[in-house]
């Protein structure tokens, strides 16, 4: 048996309040974080030997996450950055911004095409959503994007193994 489907049927039989449901919510999205922060600390002193094996893609070393294969990480990216924004989850908007630019890390070190597609997804999500809700946040989310993006931009532009890395990314994405 699926052991999604076993921890499901716990949880519908344990978890009565919605403040519980949460804080499993909670758990697993700091799980999901480490996994990210894992693949940063890989890329900044080498591979974990107990982790599945790295690859290459365009040249680039392809880390692994704890959560199982070199793919996982492109299905959770959304899940974390979502979760990350979700006020009932996280209220300090200095650690949205933490999980913002660990999950993008993360997302170009993994090199996994699905993650940096779900990333597009989930940015362009939380705008519709803010954008529904309270105009005044999706015009600073908009704004704070807009000054994020700049400033990446200018540091692609003057480092070249930058650029080539995003290229990797962006041509083996699209």
């Known amino acids: 048996m699926?052991?999604?489907?076993?921890?499901?049927?716990?949880?519908f039989c344990v978890l009565k309040k919605e403040e519980e449901f949460r804080m499993i919510l909670k758990i697993i999205f700091i799980?999901?974080?480490?996994?990210?922060?894992?693949?940063?600390?890989?890329s900044i002193f080498g591979p974990f030997s107990?982790?599945?094996?790295?690859?290459?893609?365009?040249?680039?070393i392809r880390y692994a996450s704890p959560l199982g294969s070199l793919t996982i990480l492109g299905s959770i990216v959304c899940y974390i950055l979502i979760w990350g924004f979700d006020n009932k989850i996280n209220k300090s908007n200095i650690f949205k911004l933490f999980v913002f630019l660990?999950?993008?890390?993360?997302?170009?070190?993994?090199l996994t095409k699905s993650a940096v597609v779900l990333l597009i997804i989930s940015i362009l999500l939380l705008l519709f959503v803010s954008l529904v809700r309270d105009f005044r946040s999706f015009i600073n989310l908009l704004l704070a994007l807009s000054i994020f993006s700049s400033i990446v931009m200018i540091i692609i532009v003057n480092n070249d193994y930058v650029l080539n890395y995003i290229n990797t990314v962006l041509n083996f994405t699209f």
């Open 2 to 11: 699926d052991l999604a489907v076993i921890i499901s049927f716990i949880f």
């Open 31 to 42: 799980c999901f974080l480490i996994a990210c922060l894992m693949v940063l600390y890989q």
């Open 50 to 60: 107990w982790l599945s094996d790295t690859h290459l893609r365009g040249g680039f």
């Open 102 to 110: 660990i999950v993008l890390t993360a997302t170009a070190l993994s």
